[in-house]
């Protein structure tokens, strides 16, 4: 009989402490504000924002290639969101004791900063053909556009932009373009960036995040 009443005062003061125990701060904050939710919507956005300027700039001519297109560089950053919306969505296990957790978490991780690399690469092409284009002298050449650097040098690299038609596209819009892809890369740098700081500060510079106690004399969770 003493070891019932025992027990049962034992589930009670257990209850009690599981009341009184501080609520998750989760439910407070913006639910599309959480990472990485946030950072895979930026991705995806800028992801797709690339990848449309790229085959804008492949409608203008043909001959364009894969460093002047900067398409590889968007589906990259739409495959690492694809990731951070997985990440997300899965449950949170602590000290990564699922090893699905591990894995999508490394993997994100590594997609950040390939991301990251990639788009500073595209800023560094993206302006030197910016940098050439706005140089350019051009001739119409039928459906092409020809253009060269410089007229007077008889030995000068000669640029075919074949089915360009009016040389306006190679001279204003691509050059537009290229000017573009410099701004959104920069951005997808940043955000790829963030995201890559962040897991690494979560797995390696936060060694723990807090101890509850509970007080013998007040019976309350105290968060240190």
Same mark, same amino acid.
């Given at each position: 009989?003493?070891?019932?009443?025992?027990?049962?005062?034992?589930?009670?003061?257990?209850?009690?402490?599981?009341?009184?125990? #501080?609520? #998750?701060?989760?439910?407070?904050?913006?639910?599309?504000?959480?990472?990485?939710?946030?950072?895979?919507?930026?991705?995806?956005?800028?992801?797709?924002?690339?990848?449309?300027?790229?085959?804008?700039?492949?409608?203008?001519?043909?001959?364009?290639?894969?460093?002047?297109?900067?398409?590889?560089?968007?589906?990259?950053?739409?495959?690492?969101?694809?990731?951070?919306?997985?990440?997300?969505?899965?449950?949170?296990?602590?000290?990564?004791?699922?090893?699905?957790?591990?894995?999508?978490?490394?993997?994100?991780?590594?997609?950040?900063?390939?991301?990251?690399?990639?788009?500073?690469?595209?800023?560094?092409?993206?302006?030197?053909?910016?940098?050439?284009?706005?140089?350019?002298?051009?001739?119409?050449?039928?459906?092409?556009?020809?253009?060269?650097?410089?007229?007077?040098? #008889?030995?000068?690299?000669?640029?075919?932009?074949?089915?360009?038609?009016?040389?306006?596209?190679?001279?204003?819009?691509?050059?537009?373009?290229?000017?573009?892809?410099?701004?959104?890369?920069?951005?997808?740098?940043?955000?790829?960036?963030?995201?890559?700081?962040?897991?690494?500060?979560?797995?390696?510079?936060?060694?723990?995040?807090?101890?509850?106690?509970?007080? #013998?004399?007040?019976?309350?969770?105290?968060?240190?």
């Amino acid at each position: 009989m003493g070891q019932g009443q025992k027990r049962s005062s034992d589930n009670k003061q257990s209850q009690k402490n599981r009341d009184a125990s #501080p609520a #998750p701060e989760d439910g407070k904050r913006c639910r599309v504000c959480r990472f990485p939710l946030l950072v895979a919507l930026l991705q995806l956005l800028l992801g797709v924002a690339v990848t449309a300027v790229a085959f804008l700039m492949l409608a203008i001519s043909s001959s364009l290639i894969a460093r002047e297109t900067s398409h590889w560089a968007g589906i990259t950053l739409c495959l690492a969101s694809v990731v951070g919306f997985v990440l997300y969505f899965i449950t949170y296990q602590p000290d990564e004791r699922t090893s699905m957790q591990f894995i999508v978490k490394l993997l994100y991780f590594v997609l950040c900063t390939i991301g990251l690399v990639i788009s500073l690469l595209v800023v560094a092409f993206a302006g030197h053909h910016h940098s050439q284009a706005s140089s350019f002298n051009c001739q119409n050449a039928g459906v092409d556009c020809v253009c060269v650097l410089d007229q007077s040098d #008889p030995i000068a690299r000669t640029f075919n932009y074949q089915g360009a038609g009016d040389c306006e596209a190679i001279t204003s819009t691509l050059t537009f373009y290229f000017l573009l892809q410099i701004l959104l890369n920069l951005a997808q740098a940043l955000v790829c960036a963030t995201g890559a700081f962040i897991m690494w500060k979560d797995r390696y510079q936060v060694f723990f995040a807090g101890i509850q106690i509970r007080s #013998p004399s007040t019976q309350q969770w105290q968060k240190v």
